[in-house]
Every structure is written in structure tokens, then in C-alpha cells.
């Protein structure tokens, strides 16, 4: 069947200086179709779209709907082109209505405008949503906008509530209004950043079930990855990019699993081998009925009790905004605590600071700008640790000599590139600042290491030398906190397993084999269900 | 009764020009744009605006007209200054705003002294004078408080009804609040953050710069260096003690209007108080209402942010 | 570490030209020969000794504001209260010189050294309410700060026109002089130039040190580069952002009270010109840097001094200074936007 290709894309590069995020991709796609593009974090994935999204103009190379070369000047080129995107992070205002949210999507859009556009192939288009509802243009009428909202629900079958604030609304209800939004202006083509990231594997079969909806009604999907299960299951072809390039390019199930992971990293993986290993029972963290407040007056943690050895990694797994940083930053002093408390070595110090100084270690989440200080040296940051700007400190000043051979040590130690203390951060690449972070907190030799997705945006290898650093601390006998939302990482390396789901903990260590009956928990079923 | 009419009739006149640099700060700020520079631009209001009046005394009253045109001109100029430094630079605003306001008081001084020496600015300038609103004003109590005024403040109180429907009833109003939650989601959908944002605070600065009008050409034609003596800043803190909101604001303005009425009142009365304790109330007023009533968690989430649509 | 330095060099005399270019053009426009004011300005600050020792004498209050603003911007403080911390620090020196000082034996190294504690204290009380505001109720630094300049001037005002501070012969808005050994001493016979030079230079060095090779202004930076990378870290964010309130305050003060000791006997209702605005252009001019802001508080101090030149020979305002440091000021912004400035916060 020959047909005609929504969507082309030839020979497209784009450089930024001397580095070429993406080089010479082709790259297509048909109506009807969910293409899925797996790659590396860095691999050139979000480079790509929004060169597709008219965020950034192509170095070299062209776009071309139906069979047209376009040029993408701007979000509002490709709306007006019928592409519509759902990003990572979501483009949405926490303080407005949900109505009010798609109003202004809809806002700036001309339907006539779209249709000249690309007038070929009338046929081959989806039904378009004709609303008997026009937004007025200049004045912003409140019912319109219900009423419009209401309509674009109905007719895709995704229900949600047009005057709710946006911050009440779960994070898959947020992502259905991404979705609302770009159905509102007649989206044909739909980019969706790694949508699933944020969803627990429950809604994660939910939201497929509202992708196979919106194909049946001829819409095309690019589904941005890097899990390679999901894409698997959802997508009709896939493209696989490393360093910029389109390494491979098929339909679903040509290549198995690891035939794509071996497309996509270039080279064969090493796994991290977990070895069985003797807990001992002494209690390094011990937790017992505590409850954090979230922001919005919320109880984040409700009433948890956790205890940690000397020598396991006790892993917790979780969706995002299940309390887990409110947990984190709780037991780090960061956050204030309502009620239960939280002992360290049998000790309970409340500031951040005598915290440290009892033996925890942190990696925070967010790396850039939790972690690192992006405007300080590699040297700088990595004195950013009480224990260690003590150590370097006489009387109130910092000893030059020892300064750079510690820094000089911990470079070495931990393979960080560039070799040169004196580098501002933010010139290292996401895996080197994290080496930074790890060589910061381990080196001390931490009773506790509280670790907080600590390989997210990592690219394998790095993932993998985060692993080995744990796993290495669980073996000098220190204790090992693992929050994570990546379930195969936590899966991967703890030695006791706990889902978070809305505050509450729930030990799962005997479901290890049972991802079924893990992710019925990550979504706040009880474990009398299971 | 009658110190009371006076009382409220000097506080919406006092309360004007604060509100009008707070209405324009109002919408600068819903686009998350802090522009501490408005002091400056109601600064060059002032002085263009009554020297327009000045050099234009022969078409009697349209003179003032000018001349409030004129001060609007100039505060949209000032902060067109204002836009190629925090916009299109993407400097800090805070800093920005301190340098608008430093340049306005060193040029008004310059040319106050080269045009009017010593001697100081001149009695004949034409002006806005009180007008009674026909019948309006004949109403007992009512018509003296509120009817005769100069004509700015019955427009002044007129354009907050008109903000309130911009911002929470047009298209493009809840554009701007958008703009300062979250300005790259807005312009995902295609609207232009920059230009929403550069239109605000031009807004902004034409309504400084009529506050500034208002100073130098209502009820008495003057000009003196550093007229304004803080007023912009206080209409920075009527914008957070508003919450933002322009009817809020409104409420606010009348609040610290009701603060220079008083103070002007007691000087009157020779009580036995230094007149700087009164000079300084409406400051310790922002400070008290700023610690006292609004959470850090109420202004728009974007504000301040230079905004940087490649990151 | 030298090509900073030049870079340094190269972009401030590019900034300057830029901002003289841009001064002469406005005032051209408002009727004025620049090449004669500038000539005139020249002259009058290094023209002869005593115009050099003048413009040394100006720019103290500068390096003491400057490094006031320097030190909490460093932190990520907005502070512009530099203004009234400097009056209040001055106001504090006037009370002790004028009511304690009688009190005391007439002993200078006493007298002196007690009179900056106070206005010491004072300054920095006064930056540390602000700081308390900021971290107890949220109140954003940049506008309390603002509001307690004004304050802080009509306080003074208060204090020395028809307050306990008047001159007991209640003639003008003014204090009585301050005792006779309270006054800093001079260092040559000839000029007013005075030992409060030597302090603020000193200060600036030590402030230089204490920002990159102590523990303390390590904490300083780190509190505002990265505040939550920072407090993740044990460094704490309230204590720092407190203690620096309270440094900047201080040295402002103590500015104030330098210079009423060295050269205005008396406090006045006009004291300050606003030193503590003009701060905020010498701070960014220097790069946050306390050693640079040496060099960029000796411009401002020839600027003014230039500007008094103008006024008594061809009769511009001498708040031209003012419009002078907004354009310095707007050039910076400009030309660093893309790294200074931005990458804060």
C-alpha cells in the first residue's frame, strides 16, 4: 500500500554550535499510525520534536505534511498544521480552570487557517471536532469556555471537570487535558514526550486505551520513549536514535527487547548483578508514625514507620507525588514534621545540619538544582557537604592545599570529566554532575545514604555506575535508602521493597517477582487485593 | 461633618495618583513583570507633563490636556527603556527598575534647573481644576465627597471597573495572567510572551507617568525635585496588599489615600506632633500590611523571572 | 585568572565610554556643551591636589554602601535599604557624639572606636529588620527595604528638626557638632582626606577574603548561587540570610558614621545624596567583587566631585551624577546580561 506520508521529515540536522543533536534523520509517519521514537536521554529525542513543534528551525533538511515542504516557524505554524504536542512537563497553568486552560489553547487558533494549510487529501483526515461552540474573540465568556470544554470531553470520551483548578487535579487528569488541549485545535498529529513517566503502570493502561481511541479515529501518534516494554506494547512502528542519528527504523516486533537496547546504547549491556547479601539487625533509621505535611495543607506522608540496617538497601517505589520527597526531605530536616519522629542512630537531631553530621548522606532528585551548584566550581561543589567543609576548614578558613588535593582525589576517584577542579558544574554533562553528587556524599562514608531517583536522566552507563555505588555502600555495611519511581531500578538493587502510594508505606518485599501485584500497589490498592 | 467631607474628599485625591501607577503595575505584574522603576516613570510624567503645560499656557485649558498626554508619553517612553533591558536583555528587573528610577530623578533635576533656575516653577501654569458634577454634586454630603473633584479622578476611578474586565473577562486579559504563571505553556499555544509582557509594561509605564500628571497638573501646578517622594514604591505595595487584583488595589490605594489625608489634616491642626512621624505612616503602613497580610504563596508564580524562550 | 582580570578591564572602560557617550548625547539635548562639562568635570576632580583629595574623600561613602550592597547581593539578598542604613548608622554616631560622648573622658581612641560600635550595631539593626520580615512573615526585601529607606529619612528628619537631636540653640534642621573627640582624624594637614579611607580599604580586603577563603562567605555564595542545593547540604539558609541582613546593615552604618565624624560635624535633614542607591551601581560596576569595588567607589567619587565642578562653573544640577550612574548602571545590565546577571536566582 502506497500511501502518501503524514508527516516527513528528510535529511534533518540541527546543530547548536559545534554539536549536532540531530544529524540527517528521516524519518515518517502515516495517518493512523503510533510511531514510536526510543532513544538514550540525549540521544536528540526532544531536539527532534521540537524541530517538528516549530520550537527550533532545522540547520539543514526539510519538513514536509502531505507531501508538502513546510516551514515550522513557531508553535503556532504547527498548530495551524494540525500537530499538536503533549510535553514532558506539563504546559499548564496550575492557577487557571481547566476551561480556562483549553480557552487559551484554543484562542490564538483559526480553523480556516488549518485547513488551508494543507488542503491535499481531504479524505485521509480525521473527522475534525467541529464545535457548535466558538469562543467569542475578544471577550472571554466563562460559560463558552465550560461549554466547549464539556463538548471536546464528550466527544473523545475523556470525562474531567471544566471548572476545577488545574492544581487539584491528578497527575493523569492533568495529562487528559494536555490531550483535551491539543484535540481542541484539531491536532492530527500528537507528539507525546514521555508521557508515561508520570502514571502509574494502571494508568499507563488507561491512557493506552485512550491512544488506540483517538488511532481509530485516523489520528497519528509519536510516543517518545526510553521504556522499551511500553513501546512494545503500544506502538505500529519504531524509529531508534543514538547520538542524533536514525540507527534503526521497523515495524513493532521485528527486533526483540534487547535487540533494540542493543540499537539504541550501540553496544551490548552490562548488567548489575545484585548478590545476596546478609542484612545485619542493627537499626540505622527508624521512623515511626510520622506525618509530613505536602504544600497545599495536604498530609504528604500520613502516619509512616520504617526502619533501615546496617548492610540492605531498602527500596521504595512509588509514582511520583506520593509523598516521597515529602518522606526524603522530612528525615533530612528539610521539611517540617507534624507528628512521629525520626531517629538516627538513636539519635534525634531536627536540624539539617546536625542531620548530616550524625551520617546521612543525600542525593537529592533534582539534580541541577538540589544537587549542584551550577555557577560553582567542581571543587566548590564538591565541598558542598558539612563533613567535608569542615574537614577543610581551620578556624573559620578554607585550606587552599588540602582543597584541591581532596577535589583532585574525588575527580580522580570517580572518573569525573572534565579532570579539572576549578570548571564551573555547568559545564559537565547530567552524568558528570552526578558523579560530582555521588562523590560528594559517598566519600564521607555515610551511616545512611538517602538516594532519590538517582539515576533519572542518566543515560545506561552512568545508571550503571550509580547502581554499583550503592550496591557498594550495602556491602561496606551502611544503610541505603532508595526512592525511586523507576520500578526496575528499585527492583534491581534493594534488598527490602516498599511501595508509597498517597503517604502510606506498604511492604512488598515478597511481591518482588510480581509486577502485576506491584503495580495493582503503586496505585493505592490495598494489599488485602492483591 | 464637614472635616469629614473634607477628609474623604482629600483622600480620593490623594489616593488617585497612587492608583493610577497601581492599576498599570496591576496588569505588569499579572504578566510577571516586577517594575520597581515606576517611581521614575511617574517622576517624568510629572515633570514633562507640567512642563508641556507650561510652554503650551496659551491654549488655556487645553494646555493641561497636553500636558497629561505629554506625561503619559513619558512614562511610556521611560519604560520602553524598561523593555529593552528587562526584555529583550533579560536583566534584572529589580536592578532595571533602580536605575529607571536613579536616571528619572538625576534628568528631571537637570532640566528642572535649566529651565526654571532658581527660581522654581511658575503660578500661571494652567491646570485641572475642581469641577462640580452637574446635580451630582448637589447632593448633600455625597456631592462635596465624592462629585467635585478635578476631572482625573472621576476617570482614574472609572478605569478600575474597566481593569477588572480586562483581566478576568477578555481574551487576551486572561492571556496576561497566564503570562505570569507560566509563560512558556502560553506560548506552546502560540502566543507571543514577550510582546504581551512588553505591552504591559508600557501600560504600566503610561499609567506611572499620568499618576506622575496628576502630581505636577491637578488642583495646583508644581514641580518639584522628587515630587513623587515614594509614591510609586507605595503603589508597589498597594499591588501586593491588592493581592493583584485591581478592585482589591482600589481598596488599597483609598487606604494609603486616606493616610496622606490624614496627615495633611493634623499638620493643619497644629497638633503638637512632628510632622515626619505623619510623612513617614503610609511606609510603615506598606510594612506592617505587607508582613501582616499577604502569604508569599498569592503573587503570580512567574514573577520577577526573566523569560527565556530557547531554555 | 589574568584574563579575567583583563577582560574585566576591557569591559568596564567599554561601559564607561559608552555611558559617557550616551550622558553627553542627553545632555546635548537639554542645552548643555558636554566636551566643556566633561572638561570642567576633569579638571575638578583631578585637576589639582586638592580636587584628588576630594574625589578620595567622596568615594568612601560609595566603598562603604558599595560593599554593603556587594556583600548581600553575593548572598542573594536584594537589599536597597543601603540608603537608610547609612542614615541610621550616622544617626546612631549623632547620639553618641553629641549626648554620650560628654559623658566619657575625652579620650579619642576611646571615644571613636565606641562611636562605630554603636553605629555598627545600629546599621545593622536596622538591615536586620528586613531580614526578619523576609524570613519570618515572607515580606519580599526588595520593597520593605525600600519602605525603611524612607522611614529611616524621615526619622532623622524627625530626630534633628524638632527632635531631641536638634541643636539645643533649635535655630535649623540640624544636630549640635559632635564632640571634638569623637572627630576621625585627618592623615596630611592639608587635606580632608581621613583614617576612614584606610578603614573601608581594609574592610573591602577582608571582605574579599572572607567571601572566597572562608568557610563562612563559602556558606555566603553558596546561600545565593544555589539556596536549596545549599540547605540540602546543612548550610542554613536562615542563619546566613540573617547574618548577612545584619553585615550589610553594618557596614553601611558604619559608612554613614564615617562620615559624619571625618567631615559633617553635624547631622542634617539632607545628609546622605543617596549613597545607598548609587551603591547598587558601584556594587554591579565591580562585579560583587569587594576588591574591584575599590576601583569603581573612586570613579563614583571623582563622578561627584566632577559633578559639584559643573554646577559652580556652568551651572548644570550636580544631580547629573545620578543620571550618570543610572546609564553606568544600564550598561552593565547590558553588557552583562548574558552571564552576571541572568544567572543568578
Known amino acids: 500500500m502506497e500511501e502518501k506520508a503524514l508527516l516527513e521529515l528528510q535529511n534533518l540536522t540541527k546543530k547548536f554550535g559545534n554539536l549536532i543533536a540531530v544529524d540527517n534523520v528521516n524519518f515518517e509517519l502515516q495517518p493512523g499510525e503510533i510511531h514510536a521514537i526510543l532513544g538514550e536521554n540525549g540521544a536528540g529525542k526532544s531536539t527532534l520534536m521540537n524541530l517538528i513543534y516549530g520550537l527550533y528551525q532545522p540547520s539543514s533538511g526539510s519538513i514536509n505534511i502531505y507531501g508538502k515542504k513546510t516551514i515550522l516557524r513557531s508553535p503556532s505554524d504547527a498548530i495551524a498544521h494540525g500537530i499538536g504536542m503533549v510535553h514532558q512537563h506539563f504546559m499548564l497553568i496550575e492557577n487557571l480552570t481547566v476551561a480556562e486552560n483549553i480557552a487559551l489553547s484554543v484562542a490564538k487558533f483559526d480553523p480556516s487557517n488549518q485547513r488551508n494549510a494543507s488542503d491535499a487529501d481531504l479524505d485521509s483526515l480525521p473527522n475534525s471536532f467541529e464545535s457548535s461552540i466558538n469562543l467569542s474573540k475578544f471577550r472571554y465568556d466563562k460559560s463558552e469556555a465550560t461549554q466547549l470544554t464539556e463538548s471536546l470531553s464528550q466527544r473523545f470520551n475523556l470525562p474531567v471537570e471544566p471548572n476545577t483548578l488545574i492544581r487539584n487535579l491528578s497527575v493523569g487528569l492533568k495529562q487528559r487535558v494536555e490531550i483535551l488541549k491539543a484535540l481542541a485545535v484539531n491536532a492530527r498529529i500528537l507528539i507525546l514526550d514521555e508521557p508515561t513517566a508520570v502514571l502509574s503502570p494502571h494508568e499507563v493502561e488507561d491512557f493506552f486505551d485512550v491512544l488506540r481511541t483517538l488511532q481509530a479515529d485516523n489520528r497519528s501518534i509519536i510516543f517518545i520513549s526510553h521504556k522499551m516494554k511500553e513501546v512494545l506494547a503500544i506502538s505500529d512502528r519504531i524509529t531508534v536514535l543514538r547520538h542524533g542519528k536514525n540507527v534503526y527504523q521497523g515495524k513493532t516486533g521485528e527486533l526483540s527487547a534487547r535487540g533494540l537496547a542493543k540499537e539504541m546504547l550501540g553496544e551490548e549491556l552490562s548488567e548489575v548483578e545484585r548478590e545476596e547479601h546478609k542484612a545485619s539487625r542493627d537499626q540505622v533509621l527508624n521512623i515511626s508514625e510520622l506525618t509530613v505535611m505536602g504544600s497545599r495543607d495536604k498530609n504528604a506522608v500520613k502516619n509512616l514507620s520504617l526502619e533501615t540496617h546496617r548492610g540492605e538497601i531498602v527500596g521504595i517505589a512509588g509514582v511520583d507525588g506520593n509523598g516521597q520527597r515529602e518522606l526524603a526531605e522530612a528525615i533530612l530536616g528539610l521539611r517540617h514534621i507534624s507528628s512521629g519522629t525520626i531517629e538516627i542512630l538513636g539519635k534525634r537531631p531536627t536540624k539539617t545540619k546536625d542531620i548530616r553530621q550524625c551520617g546521612v548522606g543525600y542525593i537529592p532528585e533534582d539534580r541541577r538544582t538540589k544537587g549542584v551548584i551550577q555557577t560553582f566550581s567542581i571543587a566548590e561543589n564538591l565541598m558542598l557537604n558539612y563533613t567535608h567543609l569542615q574537614t577543610l576548614t581551620q578556624t573559620g578558613v578554607i585550606k587552599q592545599v588540602s582543597k584541591y588535593d581532596f577535589s583532585q582525589h574525588l575527580i580522580d576517584s570517580y572518573d569525573i570529566r572534565p579532570t579539572i577542579p576549578d570548571v564551573p558544574v555547568s559545564t559537565l554533562s547530567g552524568g558528570n554532575q552526578q558523579k560530582v553528587v555521588l562523590a560528594r556524599e559517598i566519600s564521607p562514608q555515610p551511616e545512611l545514604l538517602i538516594a532519590v531517583n538517582p539515576t533519572r536522566g542518566l543515560d545506561i552507563n552512568a545508571m550503571f555506575f550509580v547502581h554499583k555505588k550503592l550496591l557498594a555502600q550495602r556491602d561496606k555495611n551502611k544503610s541505603v535508602l532508595l526512592i525511586s519511581t523507576e520500578l526496575d531500578e528499585v527492583l534491581r538493587i534493594s534488598d527490602r521493597i516498599y511501595v508509597m502510594s498517597s503517604g502510606k508505606l506498604i511492604e512488598a518485599t515478597e511481591h518482588r517477582d510480581n509486577i502485576g501485584a506491584l503495580g495493582l500497589l503503586m496505585t493505592g490498592e490495598s494489599e488485602t487485593d492483591v | 461633618m464637614e472635616l469629614l467631607e473634607e477628609i474623604i474628599a482629600s483622600t480620593l485625591r490623594g489616593a488617585t495618583p497612587l492608583l493610577l501607577a497601581a492599576l498599570g503595575e496591576v496588569i505588569s505584574q499579572r504578566a510577571g513583570v516586577i517594575n520597581i522603576g515606576i517611581e521614575g516613570m511617574m517622576l517624568m510624567g510629572a515633570f514633562f507633563g507640567l512642563v508641556t503645560s507650561f510652554y503650551t499656557a496659551e491654549l488655556m485649558i487645553f494646555a493641561p490636556w497636553i500636558g497629561l498626554f505629554v506625561a503619559g508619553l513619558s512614562g511610556l517612553i521611560t519604560a520602553g527603556l524598561f523593555v529593552v533591558f528587562a526584555i529583550k536583555l533579560r536583566g534584572d528587573q529589580v536592578v532595571i527598575g533602580t536605575a529607571i528610577t536613579l536616571l528619572a530623578l538625576g534628568l528631571t533635576e537637570v532640566l528642572y534647573q535649566r529651565i526654571f533656575g532658581g527660581t522654581g516653577t511658575p503660578h500661571n501654569i494652567p491646570y485641572f481644576e475642581k469641577i462640580e458634577l452637574p446635580l451630582l454634586s448637589q447632593i448633600p454630603f455625597l456631592g462635596n465627597t465624592l462629585f467635585s473633584h478635578n476631572i482625573i479622578v472621576f476617570l482614574t476611578f472609572l478605569l478600575v471597573p474597566c481593569i477588572y474586565f480586562y483581566l478576568y473577562h477578555t481574551q487576551q486579559g486572561l492571556r496576561v495572567r497566564a503570562c505570569g504563571e507560566h509563560p512558556k505553556a502560553i506560548s506552546t499555544v502560540g502566543s507571543n510572551v514577550s510582546l504581551i509582557r512588553t505591552m504591559c509594561i508600557l501600560f504600566a509605564g503610561t499609567m506611572a507617568g499620568f499618576g506622575g500628571g496628576y502630581l505636577s497638573l491637578a488642583d495646583v501646578p508644581i514641580f518639584t525635585p522628587n515630587m513623587t517622594a515614594g509614591r510609586g514604591f507605595i503603589a508597589l505595595a498597594i499591588v501586593i496588599f491588592g493581592k493583584w487584583h485591581p478592585v482589591k488595589a482600589c481598596a488599597a490605594a483609598l487606604l494609603f489615600g486616606l493616610g496622606f489625608a490624614l496627615d495633611a489634616r493634623f499638620q493643619a491642626f497644629g497638633w503638637n506632633v512632628q510632622y515626619q512621624w505623619f510623612l513617614m505612616l503610609p511606609f510603615i503602613l506598606c510594612l506592617v500590611v505587607m508582613s501582616g497580610f499577604v502569604g508569599r504563596s498569592e503573587a503570580p508564580l512567574a514573577l520577577g523571572k526573566p523569560y527565556d524562550p530557547s531554555e | ?345
Open chain 3, 1 to 345: 585568572m589574568q584574563s579575567t582580570f583583563n577582560r574585566l578591564v576591557i569591559t568596564s572602560a567599554l561601559i564607561l565610554s559608552a555611558a559617557f557617550l550616551t550622558n553627553g548625547f542627553i545632555l546635548v539635548l537639554c542645552g548643555y556643551n558636554p566636551l566643556q562639562a566633561y572638561a570642567t568635570g576633569i579638571t575638578g576632580a583631578f585637576g589639582s591636589a586638592h580636587g584628588l583629595g576630594e574625589t578620595l574623600v567622596k568615594s568612601i561613602p560609595f566603598l562603604m554602601t558599595g560593599l554593603s550592597v556587594a556583600i548581600a547581593f553575593r548572598c542573594g539578598i536584594w537589599n536597597i535599604g543601603a540608603e537608610g542604613q547609612f542614615l541610621i548608622g550616622a544617626l546612631a554616631a549623632t547620639w553618641f557624639g553629641t549626648k554620650v560622648a560628654y559623658l566619657l573622658p575625652n579620650i579619642s581612641w576611646v571615644a571613636i572606636p565606641l562611636c562605630m560600635t554603636i553605629a555598627i550595631l545600629g546599621g545593622g539593626i536596622w538591615g536586620a529588620i528586613p531580614g526578619i520580615l523576609k524570613i519570618t512573615r515572607g515580606v519580599n526585601e526588595v520593597i520593605s527595604t525600600i519602605m525603611l529607606n524612607y522611614v529611616a529619612l524621615y526619622f532623622v528628619s524627625a530626630m534633628v528638626d524638632g527632635g531631641p537631636l536638634q541643636e539645643i540653640s533649635r535655630t535649623g534642621p540640624q544636630s549640635d557638632p559632635i564632640a571634638k573627640w569623637v572627630f576621625l582624624p585627618r592623615i596630611f594637614p592639608s587635606s580632608r582626606i581621613h583614617i576612614g579611607i584606610l578603614i573601608a580599604i581594609l574592610l573591602a580586603i577582608i571582605l574579599t577574603f572572607v567571601l572566597f577563603r572562608t568557610s563562612f562567605g563559602y556558606q555566603i555564595r553558596a546561600v545565593g548561587e544555589g539556596a536549596s542545593a545549599a540547605e540540602a547540604s546543612g548550610i542554613s539558609i536562615t542563619l546566613n540570610t540573617l547574618r548577612v541582613f545584619f553585615l550589610s546593615g553594618a557596614l553601611a552604618g558604619l559608612g554613614g558614621a564615617i562620615e559624619l565624624m571625618a567631615l559633617a560635624p553635624q547631622l542634617t535633614t539632607t545628609f546622605s545624596p543617596g549613597y545607598g542607591y548609587t551603591a547598587i551601581a558601584v556594587a554591579l560596576l565591580a562585579k560583587l567583587n569587594p576588591l574591584v569595588t575599590i576601583a569603581s567607589s573612586l570613579l563614583f567619587g571623582a563622578l561627584t566631585m566632577g559633578s559639584y565642578a559643573m554646577q559652580l562653573n556652568i551651572g548644570i544640577s550636580n544631580k547629573v551624577t545620578w543620571m550618570m550612574q543610572a546609564i553606568i548602571l544600564l550598561f552593565v545590565i547590558g553588557s552583562s546580561s548574558f552571564h552576571l546577571i541572568t544567572k543568578r536566582e
